[in-house]
């Protein structure tokens, strides 16, 4: 979804509201600070005036106690306003994470199995991390800014109305009217930015998980001239971006100079026509001359925040999609008592998968389900996760239409097995324990044991304490297939959906499956998506998918 800078802005100021306080506290300090800075310039040119031998506010000593005092505070509150900044911009980058984690949750799985993987880390990382920018160089700045603008136009006025509505131009022109042409003129320049640095990342990504493929079919030259090409694509960009930050630079100095040039040349032609004092020229322009750090912090903003502006669109449209599959809560409890699939057709991206199926799939049963690949098995048991809505007939489980059951409830009474078992960065023990987190050792290694891979994992260095990531790539298929199949039975789920379960197993191992599934029958409804003819043996009924129909 395409949004505007200010939309943006918007919605990522809406997320600072539990910080209202901190921020409110940064921007006093900030505004005291850029005031004492401005006025060490301004209490000097009391002290030329006393040189010069003309009438000044303050005796000499007091200006000169005075400017120290400036300086002293000018530190202190900077520091303490970049403390606050940086606070409130870390607390809210982990409370977008947060929020980031629970969007990808909801999302899940419907809305993420088209995503590009490198694309989201992408997003998760690099674009989350962009919006400290805005957060601690953005919020904050701007309020001050508007401010310090009003102080010192008051401030500067006080001499002669028309050297404050100048100053108040100066400020405007430098502050608002700059920044909105650069960002203008930088069109998306950060949002094709951050596009193509996701898309590098999961070309990246992409090649390193087919590593092994590249080197074998040689296409490593290939694929690092693709890569390079994707690198100076994104440089380009990345100078185009940093030419446009020097030349709002350059506009940004020359015009802050016109200016002053201008409040000069106004206050010397207010002296000449008796207006205002000698105080009337010297002190406005070095008042002007020392104010515009507020206001040039956010010219720097027009080019900058294009990226960060990019970044914070990547993330929202994560945060506000909804998903496939709204989550279900305060409905009654529901015990399993067999699932019905009735005249269900539905179809992804415009091509049907199933065509007015029906299934009947009774308590203590085991439904096997067989058909070429594409013919829509795999969805089928998606269906009764409700990872996906029905489109057309209903899906029922104990009576009760799956819309109306609780989500958890649902995942409670329900497991499922894929052909790809995805193992975390951790031991052995805690990826099985992802099914069920109060499990004791000893029903971990009687889950294992159902599965056939408890002997496996007693032969490792470390048993169950082995760390996953450790062994990478030397988990076969297989293995990581039967810790899939032991998470299931660890689960304990009444209703088990098996997807190709033994697909990576040979004939032993499945046989040994197969026993267990035999075992696991009472109490138990299974339906089992296989190819191999071994693996129906198991089933009460076979059903035959072709083209997305039953037979």
């Not at 800078?5 to 990522?12: A, D, E």
């Not at 405007?172 to 951050?194: A, E, K, N, Y």
């Not at 067999?338 to 029906?358: C, K, M, N, P």
């Not at 960065?425 to 599965?451: F, G, M, P, V, Y």
Request: hydrophobic letters at 45%.
């Amino acid at each position: 979804m395409k949004r505007s800078g200010f939309q943006v802005m918007s919605k990522l100021i809406g997320l600072v509201r539990p910080l209202t306080g901190y921020m409110v506290l940064a921007v006093i300090m900030g505004l005291l600070g850029h005031l004492c800075a401005s006025f060490i310039t301004i209490f000097g040119g009391f002290g030329v005036m006393h040189v010069l031998g003309l009438s000044a506010p303050l005796s000499t000593t007091a200006i000169f106690v005075s400017v120290i005092l400036f300086a002293v505070l000018r530190a202190g509150l900077r520091y303490a306003e970049q403390g606050c900044n940086h606070f409130i911009a870390f607390k809210l980058l982990a409370l977008i994470r947060d929020k980031v984690f629970g969007a990808l949750r909801r999302l899940a799985p419907a809305k993420l199995e088209g995503r590009d993987r490198g694309d989201l880390i992408a997003v998760i990382t690099s674009d989350i991390e962009l919006l400290e920018v805005f957060y601690a160089h953005t919020i904050s700045p701007i309020a001050i800014a508007v401010l310090y603008t009003v102080i010192m136009c008051l401030f500067i006025g006080s001499y002669h109305a028309a050297l404050g509505v100048l100053a108040l131009c100066a400020y405007l022109v430098v502050g608002i009217f700059i920044p909105l042409c650069i960002s203008r003129f930088s069109g998306d320049t950060g949002m094709r930015l951050r596009r193509e640095s996701g898309e590098l990342s999961a070309f990246v990504l992409d090649s390193l998980r087919g590593l092994s493929e590249i080197q074998q079919y040689g296409q490593g030259a290939k694929r690092l001239g693709d890569m390079n090409a994707r690198t100076d694509a994104l440089g380009q960009e990345e100078a185009r971006l940093k030419r446009i930050t020097g030349r709002n630079t350059a506009i940004t100095n020359t015009v802050i100079l016109l200016f002053d040039l201008a409040m000069l040349f106004a206050g010397a032609a207010l002296y000449r026509g008796g207006a205002v004092g000698f105080d009337g020229v010297l002190i406005p322009t070095m008042a002007l001359m020392s104010s515009f750090g507020p206001c040039v912090a956010l010219a720097a903003l027009g080019s900058t925040l294009q990226n960060t502006f990019a970044a914070g669109n990547r993330v929202l449209d994560i945060l506000e999609e909804g998903p496939v599959t709204e989550e279900i809560t305060g409905q009654p409890e529901t015990a399993f008592h067999g699932a019905a699939v009735q005249h269900v057709t539905f179809s992804y991206d415009g091509e049907r998968i199933l065509d007015d199926v029906s299934v009947d799939i009774p308590e203590n049963a085991v439904i096997g389900i067989v058909g070429r690949s594409g013919s829509g098995k795999s969805t089928l048991l998606k269906l009764l996760m409700r990872f996906w809505n029905v489109q057309q007939g209903s899906i029922q489980i104990s009576g009760r239409e799956i819309e109306t059951i609780n989500t958890g409830n649902l995942r409670d009474m329900e497991s499922l097995v894929t052909q790809e078992t995805h193992l975390f960065h951790d031991s052995i023990r805690n990826n099985l324990r992802i099914a069920r987190q109060d499990a004791t050792d000893r029903e971990i290694e009687e889950a294992c044991r159902k599965a056939s891979v408890h002997a496996f994992i007693m032969s490792l260095p470390q048993g169950y304490g082995t760390p996953v990531g450790e062994l990478g790539d030397t988990l076969s298929g297989g293995e990581r297939q039967r810790l899939g199949l032991a998470r299931a039975f660890l689960h304990d789920a009444p209703f088990l959906l098996l997807d190709e379960p033994t697909s990576n197993l040979d004939s032993l191992n499945e046989a040994v499956i197969l026993k267990a599934l035999r075992k696991e029958r009472t109490g138990k409804t299974v339906v089992l998506v296989s190819h191999r003819p071994s693996t129906m043996r198991v089933a009460d009924r076979v059903i035959s998918v072709e083209n997305g129909r039953m037979s």
